[in-house]
């Protein structure tokens, strides 16, 4: 911030956070104008994404961005970044239904898209995946389904959306958030794929906070978005929470281990399952290696992945 200061250190007036401002104050008559005297976390976190994302593109010389629409919270915060921050018309929504989406997946997408204003595609991956399966038969055999035809479903979309980014020169926005990266629930070359991972510092928590307040603020998102369980859909039933925590619970115990820099006797004082801080702890230590291969992140926390947070690839 830019502020006036009293001759007592206290701060007189302050211009707005993360955009250019013009402030006006006379020292003498303590009188002017007061742009960004009372903050809310919220509006500032929103701001600073807004700004990040801007710069970073402009800079790196992209002046529209793709990315995958799932009908879900995490890209439906980006998709309304990414219009703040460079123009509805400069963004592209591209859905990916598979065969284990919701059919009211597509329906969100399609109308948050609309309601945003921004460019929207719709490429079902079913046929892809089942080559993919074919080929791979084989050699697969009679083993049975599971992470790796999930991954494949992850890996034809971030194919598929490199093709958009490359053909027209978008820059592809990745939609993972910090709660999901920590604990490496995200797919290597797929849902990762991209130049920048806009909500990378987001803990899941903030990230419905900051979409209730896009929804109340603008309508932007979808009421459904807001209050469907969140899912992958790369399963049959998938929901997050058959692999995870709660994330109230999660993103308390993240806080604590990657911010705060608490070992997990101490994380367990603050009233958290010993045994469940000792499994967060483990899929952060051990998933260090898929971090080092994301986009890089816009930091807006304390400690971010990244350069924020120095941690060997492979440890003991």
């Known amino acids: 911030h830019s502020m006036a200061l009293t001759a007592g250190g206290e701060r007189a007036a302050c211009a707005s956070d993360f955009q250019e401002d013009l402030l006006v104050y006379d020292t003498g008559k303590q009188m002017g104008d007061q742009h960004g005297m009372e903050l809310d976390a919220s509006e500032e976190l929103l701001a600073a994404l807004v700004l990040g994302l801007r710069d970073y593109a402009r800079k790196c010389r992209f002046e529209r961005v793709v990315l995958g629409l799932s009908g879900g919270v995490d890209s439906a915060l980006v998709?309304?970044?990414?219009?703040?921050?460079?123009?509805?018309?400069?963004?592209?929504?591209?859905?990916?239904?598979?065969?284990?989406?919701?059919?009211?997946?597509?329906?969100?997408?399609?109308?948050?898209?609309?309601?945003?204003?921004?460019?929207?595609?719709?490429?079902?991956?079913?046929?892809?995946?089942?080559?993919?399966?074919?080929?791979?038969?084989?050699?697969?055999?009679?083993?049975?389904?599971?992470?790796?035809?999930?991954?494949?479903?992850?890996?034809?979309?971030?194919?598929?959306?490199?093709?958009?980014?490359?053909?027209?020169?978008?820059?592809?926005?990745?939609?993972?958030?910090?709660?999901?990266?920590?604990?490496g629930y995200c797919t290597l070359y797929g849902d990762m794929n991209g130049g920048l991972a806009v909500i990378g510092d987001v803990a899941k928590t903030a990230v419905f906070a900051l979409a209730r307040l896009l929804a109340r603020k603008h309508g932007w998102i979808p009421e459904r978005i807001l209050t469907r369980a969140p899912s992958a859909e790369l399963r049959p039933d998938q929901k997050d929470e058959d692999s995870l925590p709660p994330y109230p619970i999660l993103d308390g115990i993240l806080t604590a281990y990657v911010e705060q820099r608490l070992p997990g006797e101490e994380i367990a004082k603050l009233g958290y399952d010993q045994q469940l801080v000792n499994w967060v702890i483990r899929k952060v230590d051990g998933n260090e290696y898929k971090r080092w291969q994301a986009p890089p992140v816009l930091r807006v926390s304390a400690k971010a992945f990244g350069t924020g947070r120095r941690y060997p690839i492979a440890h003991a």
């Open 79 to 183: 998709a309304c970044l990414a219009a703040m921050a460079l123009g509805p018309q400069h963004v592209l929504g591209v859905a990916l239904p598979g065969p284990y989406n919701a059919p009211e997946s597509l329906t969100d997408a399609r109308e948050l898209a609309s309601r945003l204003g921004i460019q929207f595609q719709v490429i079902p991956i079913g046929d892809l995946f089942q080559a993919a399966r074919q080929c791979l038969g084989p050699m697969f055999g009679d083993l049975p389904m599971d992470v790796t035809e999930e991954n494949l479903q992850a890996r034809i979309r971030g194919l598929l959306l490199m093709a958009f980014s490359n053909k027209f020169n978008r820059l592809l926005l990745s939609t993972g958030n910090k709660s999901e990266m920590a604990v």
